[in-house]
């Protein structure tokens, strides 16, 4: 055996509760290698009965390894366990000091004790939902005497300082449109008072932004929604606020006086540009907190509990969350959590989220390497075996019960347009179908369902083109979001990867007697699918999602 790719730890995505007794437990080993793993595991405090013992199943494999898992429940809550590998021929034991031909109970793994507060609990209601992502001022004019001076039509490209008069009453037209598009989860981005257009820079965090509407006008379209069965969760900008901020002008104009001065990351004093941290180290109009700082933390956690209660929100979906402190992370969850059991903490995260979704912070993150892996796929840089491959290693950083949560989007406004990155309105079909049929939760960014055309920032935030909702590109869809919203299998479902050509992507969603099957070719040619016996041709850049 390769003993060298052999790998488990008793914590992380190796080793979790998922319920009061019961452990999911993974194991890696080279891949192709193993014929048989069984897990033998026993009470920590038990001498003298024997191990019990069950298969562990294959997970999924990527290019070098496969990764089994089973669970294993006990009425004490405390384990220790080993692995029983066969392969070769041979049987193999691997314990806490390695690969041997006996494990002694000290050599085992330990799980000292499942506490409660150890199983991370998730929002059921969640679980597998489309979010359909608004950026409000660029999404639909409901009340014209709140636009801002200079507000444009539609049809002018924006520049960074563009308005278009999107408020709150033009969200609430529109819910109908949002919940026929199959989205159980409208994302907000920032709505408090910010003077900027883009409002990643709030001014204060206690008000609504005027250009939008009042704090009842925003209360008004969460009861909407959730009157229409959508749920609302807004974007939370907690790693830095506008220099025009009071609390960061207090600490300008009174230096080290002022009580605030430790909420920021100040150099030297008196304040002055570029002696302090700021978005990205580059952005001196919008200062960055110091979110190690307790009093900032209790600050920032009562803005949000406040919002929270008032509004009937959700959840949030927080800025930049990988660069605030997992102290802060930490508390929000404990205050939130404790009070509203139900809020859904989304973190933007582009790489890899595993050290903050370990069940004291956020409960997911975006999936920005999704995007890239299935972008690859599509221009042909990689075959369908590496897109899995790539796809299967990610997912082997996080544990199994993320999996309906992770937020998988090809598109939003940091990025180019799905449009502009597919290259064609047939590949950019393909893959958004790809990204609702998946597991996980598809984010869809406004206007990538008609689609819409808009490269890098400013240019893929234009207004909204109603007009082209009646295509057939929405339409499509729109059909995929409903079969999603209205089954179990696309939401909740299992996921069976099935072997195609280089160019084809087809997988299996099953949720107990509910099957769906999924096949994208991408390639230029004609390709045959088998699913239970039936065989599916698809023509080049065409896909067929059915239910079995």
Known sequence: MNEHAIYHISSGSYCYPVGGTTLRVRLRLARDEALEIRLHYQNIYDHKSPFFSVAMGRLFSD???????????????RFKYFFEIAAGGDRHFFGSEGLTDAVKEKECFFYPYINGDDVAMMPEWARGEIIYQIWVDRFWNGDQSN???????PDVLPDRD????????GVMRKLPYIRDLGAGIIYLNPVFDSPSYHKYDIRDYAKIDAAYGSKEKLRQLVDKAHGMGIRVILDGVFNHCSSENALFADVVNRGEESPYRSWFCIDSFPVTAGQYDSFGGLVPSMPRFNTSDPGLIEYLTDIADYWTGYLGIDGWRLDVADEVS??????????????YPDILLLGEIWNQAAPWLDGSGMHTATNYRYRKYALAFSSGAINSRTFWEKYNADNSLYRTTLYDYRVNLMGSHDTARLLHVAGDKRRALLLQVLTLTLKGMPLIYYGDEIPMEGGEDPDNRR???????????????????????????????????????PRVLAFIRTYGEERVAAALNFGSEPSQ???????????????RVEPL
């Open 463 to 501: 207004a909204m083109r109603w007009e082209r909702i009646n295509s057939e590109f929405h339409d499509r869809i729109r059909q995929i979001g409903v079969l999603r919203r209205d089954g179990n299998a696309l939401r909740k479902g299992t996921q069976e990867i099935r072997e195609t050509e």
């Open 147 to 153: 636009d801002p001076e200079g507000a444009q039509s």
């Open 326 to 339: 997992h102290r802060l992370w930490r508390e929000f969850r404990r205050r939130l959590c404790g009070k």
């Open 529 to 543: 699918v088998e699913f239970d016996g039936a065989t599916w041709t698809l023509r080049p850049l065409d896909y």
């Open 63 to 77: 290019r070098l390894f496969d990764y089994f898992e089973a669970e294993i429940s006990l009425e004490w809550k």
């Open 162 to 169: 563009t308005y278009y008069g999107g408020d709150f009453d």
